[in-house]
T-cell receptor, first 114, second 111 residues
Framework: DTAVSQTPKYLVTQMGNDKSIKCEQN?????MYWYKQDSKKFLKIMFS???????INETVPNRFSPKSPDKAHLNLHINSLELGDSAVYFC?????????????FGPGTRLTVT | QKEVEQDPGPLSVPEGAIVSLNCTYS??????FMWYRQYSRKGPELLMY????GNKEDGRFTAQVDKSSKYISLFIRDSQPSDSATYLC???????????FGTGTRLTVIP
């Protein structure tokens, strides 16, 4: 029944480690996103994929690498984690075309780097 | 200048009050606006979207766009403690598929 799901919900890890966050949507949307929400609750786009192709790549360190195995999944891999990567990461999806731009968000993954 | 700017609050109101949440936007080229509600430790949830001037109602919520002043508002009538959350306005840039979000206004409705 869940529209956009993410795993894990919480992730605590040490600096220097590599970790992945997974996202799946069952809404049939073509476009998926990763957002980062910092401690001040500001939501900022990181990446956007449309039909498995990268269409937006904001100024994000290349330690972050998104991968979309199919249009229902968008994973985020982070290498060499740093303290400043601690944040909540949200996956979202949206329909394409039809003049619609609303996005549907997952529950978030709270990443803490120690 | 940011695409959308929002008063971060926080805002506290008594139960039953009418709440007004506001954003301003800078780019008039693409007129499509959204309001999201985010409960603590949850993902943003789409409340309403609108792309025209005037009002759009959904139950106790009304979204209003004033294109002449580049102002968007969300009104909540008969506010309830369950409305306590952070409210974010959002707008896509011209033709693109991502969203620019305001900083969010944290609302607390006191019983």
């Amino acid at each position: 029944d869940t529209a956009v799901s993410q795993t894990p919900k919480y992730l605590v890890t040490q600096m220097g480690n590599d970790k992945s966050i997974k996202c799946e949507q069952n809404l049939g949307h073509d476009t998926m996103y990763w957002y980062k929400q910092d401690s001040k609750k500001f939501l900022k786009i990181m990446f956007s994929y449309n039909n498995k192709e990268l269409i937006i790549n904001e100024t994000v360190p290349n330690r972050f690498s998104p991968k979309s195995p199919d249009k229902a999944h968008l994973n985020l891999h982070i290498n060499s984690l740093e303290l400043g990567d601690s944040a909540v990461y949200f996956c979202a999806s949206s329909p394409t075309g039809g003049g619609r731009y609303e996005q549907y968000f997952g529950p978030g993954t709270r990443l803490t780097v120690t | 200048q940011k695409e959308v700017e929002q008063d971060p609050g926080p805002l506290s109101v008594p139960e039953g009050a009418i709440v007004s949440l506001n954003c301003t936007y800078s780019n008039s080229a693409f007129q499509y606006f959204m309001w999201y509600r985010q409960y603590s430790r949850k993902g943003p949830e789409l409340l309403m979207y609108t792309y025209s001037s005037g009002n759009k109602e959904d139950g106790r919520f009304t979204a209003q766009v004033d294109k002449s002043s580049k102002y968007i508002s969300l009104f909540i009538r008969d506010s309830q403690p369950s409305d306590s959350a952070t409210y974010l306005c959002a707008k896509p840039p011209t033709g693109a598929n991502n969203l620019f979000f305001g900083t969010g206004t944290r609302l607390t409705v006191i019983p």
